[in-house]
């Protein structure tokens, strides 16, 4: 007989659960045999005391029997996604899936909401007008087969155990868990079916791992764990102590992904980003002159046309997700100082968007699509008194009068250049 206070035990004293018993942990926790409080007080206990290999093996293939799981082995072409670990500004899902499909990879991808101050891929989609982005699982995976690309939120249908143990996660301080990460991410990543995942793992002032160091574990770790579960993962580590790209928020980056795929207006950061996750995936397809590839996507429009068709697919209307999601008020934060710029506080800059309607406090939190930001310079570059440097809009004319004074506690300027930092740390 399973016995959940015994099981829970095991892990408070820092012993090894025994074979099979985090399976049943889960199969009765979704039979509701398992209360909530018992899995919050395993979910500590884990905090504290982590997951061996062959532990965090059960937990996560217990999350992933949950649900269903997809299979595209009939199809002709590498099975590959990418994941970000969230930041500010950060819509290479946006991009880098499009380039994909364009290069004969298939991208089923599974993304999340905004959490924190950091952006979410599935609301951002949603400021497109009418876009569907909770469709069932035979559905999407037909958008996949047909059209190389279909960008989801996580369903019932897919790891449920997940999304039951996250929303627990979320309210007992037990979500920066190593351990509860890996198995969080790569259980998803493995019910899409996919071969090959490339991770993002964002490091800086905007991110949620703040060193290079602390980066480095999760991305060890989370690559470990795919690996281990015949995903081909890589991982790069890039820098996220400026939004970006030229913007951050809701509609305002689909506008500039869409720009991007175009050609048009491409921030160079943001290339360098799309460009090496981009060229990872394709070698690890096994093809070759990756960058060819690349240039080639954007600049004969294919990437774009997938990315248009995919929208259209999940019924999504472009045409007039432009005039809707114009924002009535803006405030343009101009320098008070000449000299460079030194510094941004990019989390205070997520929270400043989350504010002012860009995100949630709570679940049920209405998210206004209009909101977001420009942003003119980046570290190190020059500014001259005066000049604007940050343009930041949406529908609440209260909400943008109040942004004025916080700005200067977000942006900062000095007389000398800063040490140059690597945009992609680890390579
Ligand atoms: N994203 C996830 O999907 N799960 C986590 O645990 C953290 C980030």
Redesign the pocket.
Known sequence: MFNPYKFIETKKLGLTHSPNSINDFIKYFLADEVENSQMSAWLMAVFFNGLNNLELNEYVNSIISSGKQLNFSKLNGFIVDKHS??GVGDKVSLIAGPILAACNCYVPMIV?RS?AHTGGTLDKLETIKGYLGNIDINQFKKNVIENKISIVG?SKEICPA?KYI?SI?DITST?DSLP??C???IS?KKAEGIQGLVLDIKVGNGAFMKTTAHAKKLGKALTALGNSLEINSQYIISDMNQPLGKSAGLWCEIEESINFLQNKNIDKYLYKVVHEICSRALKMSGQKECDKLISKAIESGKAYEIFEKMVKTHKGDLKSSYKENIPKYKYTYNSKKSGYLSGIDTEKLGYLLLEIGGGRKTTNDKIDPSCGLHINKKINDKIDIGEPIIEIFGNSKTKIDSVEKIFDNIIFISNKKNKEKRLIIYE
């Open positions: 670990t969230g999340g959490l996580q997940d996250y996660r979500i509860l990460i198995a969080s991410i998803k």
